[in-house]
């Protein structure tokens, strides 16, 4: 498999790091897209792609009749509220303790190499934590952390602080994407959260962005019985 990125994404790269750079500032105007699809030899439908995922990103904006602007850079409120879980559990007037099982350095599959936007084998942060709720387990979060974002992610101890309460100090947030479903967990999951056999779990898959790219990639698992989600707006 070929380790180059996507030519769309490189564009993406070269125009996010112009504006991490200060080259451009927010109200600067960008290249046009005829300009960066001679400058990439690459036709203007793949800039195109680059551009429009930016201006998504709230990253750009795209003004018709004038061109494309750095945005201001905001935060994006959405439907599910990013809660830490600590806290989440002290508002119930109750106990929380978290169990760290794993904090490494690894490298991108190729299913979590689409989802960041990156190569293959490109190194990625992967921590596992089971959270508890007066003595009992109610989550185990398994998560994947892009280094870009969170250069630090390893030397933190997250048996005082939670990973979410980290990354949303260190990453501010510009977006979420989410999806809940229930399963039977694999095995170790379920021995973590101390579940009988064939008992099903409610899994909340979410991506979070900082900064223009991908932050944080990960999956909550919480026995059925145990745990729901609630909201309102």
């Known amino acids: 498999m070929s380790d180059k990125l996507p030519a769309y ?25 005829e300009a960066l699809a001679r400058e ?8 195109n792609r680059a551009i429009r995922e930016l201006s998504d ?12 602007f750095v945005a201001q850079q905001k ?3 959405t439907l599910v509220e990013i809660r830490n879980i600590a806290d989440e559990i002290a508002a119930r007037g109750h106990r929380h303790r978290s169990e760290l099982q794993l904090l490494e350095r690894t490298r991108a599959t190729e299913s979590l190499a689409r989802r960041f936007g990156i190569r293959a084998d490109d190194p990625l942060f992967h921590s596992v934590v089971v959270h508890l709720e007066n003595e009992l387990p109610i989550q185990v979060e398994d998560r994947h952390v892009n280094p870009q974002v969170a250069p630090d992610y390893l030397s933190q101890d997250f048996t005082n602080q939670t990973p979410n309460a980290y990354l949303m100090r260190v990453a501010p947030l ?7 479903e229930a399963c ?3 095995a170790s999951v379920g021995e973590l959260l101390q579940m009988r056999s064939g008992e099903p779990c409610l899994v909340l ?5 900082s900064r223009g790219q991908v932050a944080s990639v ?16």
Do not use: C, N
């Open 174 to 180: 510009q977006g979420v994407s989410f999806e809940i």
């Open 75 to 77: 935060y994006r409120a």
């Open 184 to 186: 039977t967990p694999p």
């Open 57 to 68: 990103e709230q990253i750009v904006e795209r003004v018709q009749g004038s061109g494309t």
């Open 9 to 33: 994404q490189t564009i993406k790269r070269h125009v996010l790091s112009r504006i991490q750079d200060g080259t451009w500032r927010e109200g600067d105007a960008i290249p046009t897209e």
């Open 40 to 47: 990439f030899g690459v036709s203007r439908m793949t800039v």
């Open 205 to 209: 898959h979410r991506q979070t962005h």
């Open 218 to 233: 990960a999956s909550l698992w919480h026995p059925a019985s145990r745990y729901r989600f609630a909201g309102s707006f």
